[in-house]
């Protein structure tokens, strides 16, 4: 049996790892971050008390009140989480760090029940929450409060209840999240590609049921302000999009947001969009005659965040079982020492740790096409791995009955790269006390 290490020395990185994550909850929890569950919050406040919620939002909750960036969350977003604005800020952001965290390790959970066997999972369970935790996304995700937990739960158990051919519980799954954030959309054509009716239908009913419901009791004028409010946010090429659109801003856009500019990018965009969906529909075609299990599924989940307009980092820990799957392929099959490299790479790319930088503050032309895209080629390498994985259920069986060991120089390799996300962010906090 595969064996990652010794059992006596994960519970020390399992402690560094609490006091990490400890440290991270103590400045959520005392605003020492710029929070985007806090524009959530008062958007949903301004819901309650009559207010449009995508105006200029204020953070009440600080000594001097701030401006929060816009709130780009659809109507029934607001809505749903709008509850928690019945308790005061700090209750709402304690119960929402908690539960999203807890809701993260359950999704990563699932995430791992399909990648590994069940008999890996129960010799190194550890050392694989030891990496979803250090994950730079995941890290991000739980300090700026923000949904991407959530999406992988949701995600996660969609395809947990579609793998038991349980149509109805997915389809509202997956039509909640994609209501929720509207790039998870890709998995409706997923369903329909796989002639799961049943699910199509169910995501089509829960996303018109609660896009109806915001405009039966807002009318139509919410949706507007929601609409206007996407149309001027000039985010996308920020460093921590990794989508598609964010490298096409970066290659276009300059600070003086010139219109003919914007243009071009939006042109190129839309160009680059339709012919990647015909990719995508006639790749998942073919991955359906090689069926190769949860190879497509895979493949879904990385262009969604490729296609997706905001493919932000903190969505990232969608991606935790194509990694998984990629990795564990590439060194229980290491024939090619090219794939092997390109892995860790395509690791080392989606996990590099940069603070968040707004295209007006990138140094160079350059750099945007080089570190401040690394997100975008991680995922790039990524699509490509999991398009050429090969018989990728397979290497459970391979983890069942084999003899061999895990070479151990990969687990140096991974907790390198993984560690360095907790070094750099650590850093970052100190900034302030070493000014």
């Known amino acids: 049996m595969i064996n990652i290490t010794s059992k006596r020395k994960w519970p020390i990185l399992a402690l560094l790892l609490i006091i990490f994550y400890i440290i991270i909850f103590y400045f959520v929890l005392t605003y020492k971050f710029p929070l985007d569950f806090s524009s959530l919050y008062y958007a949903g406040q301004n819901l309650i008390e009559g207010i449009n919620p995508y105006s200029s939002l204020f953070a009440n909750h600080l000594e001097q009140s701030r401006e929060l960036p816009a709130n780009l969350n659809p109507p029934f977003a607001i809505l749903l989480f709008s509850p928690l604005n019945y308790l005061s800020f700090i209750n709402a952001l304690t119960f929402w760090s908690i539960f999203s965290f807890i809701l993260g390790l359950i999704g990563a959970y699932i995430s791992f029940k399909y990648a590994f066997s069940k008999s890996f999972i129960k010799k190194n369970w550890p050392y694989l929450y030891i990496f979803y935790l250090s994950f730079f996304a995941t890290i991000i995700d739980t300090a700026i409060a923000q949904l991407g937990a959530l999406i992988l739960f949701l995600i996660m158990i969609g395809y947990h209840f579609y793998k038991k051919h349980n149509d109805y ?61 996407l149309s001027k946010v000039d985010w996308y090429g920020d460093n921590w999009n990794g989508g598609v659109y964010g490298l096409i801003s970066r290659f276009f856009v300059d600070t003086n947001y010139n219109a003919n500019n914007l243009i071009a990018a939006k042109i190129t965009f839309c160009i680059i969009f339709f012919i990647s969906m015909i990719f995508y529909i006639y790749k998942l075609k073919i991955m359906e005659k090689e069926n190769i299990e949860h190879k497509s599924f895979c493949f879904t989940l990385v262009m969604m965040l490729i296609l997706s307009p905001f493919g932000w980092l903190y969505y990232f820990p969608i991606l935790i079982l194509p990694l998984s799957l990629i990795i564990l392929a590439a060194i229980i099959n290491n024939k090619s020492i090219l794939t092997l490299i390109l892995c860790f790479i395509c690791l080392d790319f989606i996990n590099f740790p940069i603070d968040y930088t707004s295209i007006d503050n990138m140094e160079s032309f350059a750099s945007k096409l080089t570190i401040h895209s690394f997100y975008f080629y991680g995922l790039l390498i990524l699509l490509y791995l999991v398009n050429k994985m090969k018989a990728v259920d397979q290497s459970s069986y391979v983890l069942e009955n084999t003899t061999k060991r895990l070479d151990y120089n990969y687990v140096i390799i991974l907790f390198c790269i993984f560690s360095f996300n907790i070094f750099v962010f650590l850093l970052s906090l100190s900034k302030p006390f070493l000014n």
């Open 169 to 229: 519980a997915a389809g509202l799954s997956w039509g909640i999240i994609i209501s929720i954030k509207l790039f998870p959309a890709l998995l409706f054509i997923y369903a329909l590609i796989k002639k799961r009716y049943k699910i199509c239908a169910c995501i089509i009913i829960v996303f018109f049921l609660s896009w109806l419901i915001p405009f039966l009791i807002y009318g139509n004028t919410i949706f507007t302000k929601y609409f206007i409010t």
